[in-house]
């Protein structure tokens, strides 16, 4: 949904693509933008607006905790920590891969049950509006991650 990363949005669009890290300065206001942009794309009743901060909650924190493991892997480069993964214990990475996926799971479902009473209310055309954000989105997170040759934080 309108979930995707501002790192993976900031990669895809900004002219500085290979330079420095964006900074949380740099993410906090691609987030702000991009939330801006859902919500204007949506144009919300008077009476939707009380569905809205729960969501952006929502938005923010998947964010945050993404740009939390991006940062932990760019951290783990740095210091050669992911040339000893061979030789690593493969039942430990398992283990905190699956301590990954439980975060972003718990932060996914935070975000849907956020979206569910807001959704059960939108027009028609509002549907279709947030269906065609989602999809550009989704597409700029895919070409992201296929510009960059490297995989989604999924393999963190």
Do not use: C
């Amino acid at each position: 949904m309108m979930t995707t990363s501002s790192l993976a949005f900031a990669a895809e669009t900004s002219p500085t693509v290979g330079a420095a890290s964006p900074s949380a300065a740099d993410l906090k206001s691609l987030t702000d933008m991009r939330i801006g942009i859902v919500k204007a794309a949506l144009q919300l009743t008077p009476d939707q607006e009380k569905y809205w901060p729960a969501i952006e909650d929502a938005i923010r924190t998947r964010a945050k905790n993404r740009q939390a493991r991006l940062e932990r892997i760019a951290e783990l480069h740095e210091n050669g920590a992911m040339d000893g993964l061979n030789d690593g214990n493969p039942v430990e990475m398992m283990q905190r891969r699956a301590d990954r996926l439980i975060q972003r799971g718990t932060d996914l479902k935070k975000l849907s049950d956020a979206w569910e009473p807001l959704y059960k209310t939108l027009s028609d055309d509002q549907k279709r509006r947030m269906a065609f954000v989602s999809f550009a989105v989704m597409r700029g997170m895919r070409n992201a991650i296929e510009q960059h040759g490297g995989p989604e934080d999924e393999d963190e």
